[in-house]
């Protein structure tokens, strides 16, 4: 009878590690890429609202010289207010990005304004934004390699028996360039 209970005890134990070890494994590889995504969050948005901040001047010197863009500098006020305002990673990303395409039309278009591009203020203001450019897009990069590298941990096997289960979920955004800077890495005036 002894050697009966002894024997179940064990195979339970057994089970509940055959179960367990995965689980705690999983736990375990996730945690340090969850935490690593929001590590790579912090540093581009550090980085992205560094040049948010930077916004308003920009907005106000180019308002002085191209009255005929002010539903674009609208826009970015209303996109940068929106950064301001957003309380999730996913918020935030998808504003950056509108944002980021927002700004790069207004230089775009600044490069129109012949004054306005020999204004020292504005060759401050856009060796700043081109400089930014640069950061932005080492921190977009980091940023979007610890997404990919813990999504696929998540959808490796047992992982993902385990991870909803153990508080994980899946990272859906990515820090997406604008559309027509994909194609140059610099602000171009």
Not at 43 to 63: F, G, H, I, M
Not at 88 to 112: F, Q, V
């Amino acid at each position: 009878m002894q050697n009966t209970v002894l024997t179940i005890v064990i195979l339970l134990v057994l089970v509940v590690l055959i179960v367990a070890a995965p689980a705690i494994g999983t736990y375990n590889r996730l945690l340090p890429l969850d935490e690593g995504i929001d590590n790579a969050w912090a540093q581009a948005e550090t980085v992205l609202q560094r040049r948010y901040d930077r916004v308003p001047s920009l907005v106000n010197l180019v308002k002085n010289y191209a009255e005929h863009e002010k539903s674009l500098l609208d826009e970015i006020e209303r996109l940068r207010s929106q950064w301001a305002g957003a309380k999730i990673t996913e918020d935030k990303a998808r504003t950056a990005s509108r944002l980021e395409e927002a700004l790069s039309k207004l230089m775009t278009a600044s490069g129109d304004y012949a004054d306005l591009k020999a204004n020292e203020t504005f060759i401050a203001l856009r060796d700043e934004f081109t400089a930014a450019e640069t950061r932005i897009s080492l921190e977009r990069r980091r940023y979007n390699d610890a997404v990919r590298d813990y999504n696929t941990a998540f959808r490796r096997f047992p992982a993902k028996l385990f991870a909803g289960i153990l508080g994980f979920r899946k990272r859906d955004v990515y820090l997406q360039t604008a559309s027509d800077a994909k194609e140059r890495s610099v602000v171009e005036f």
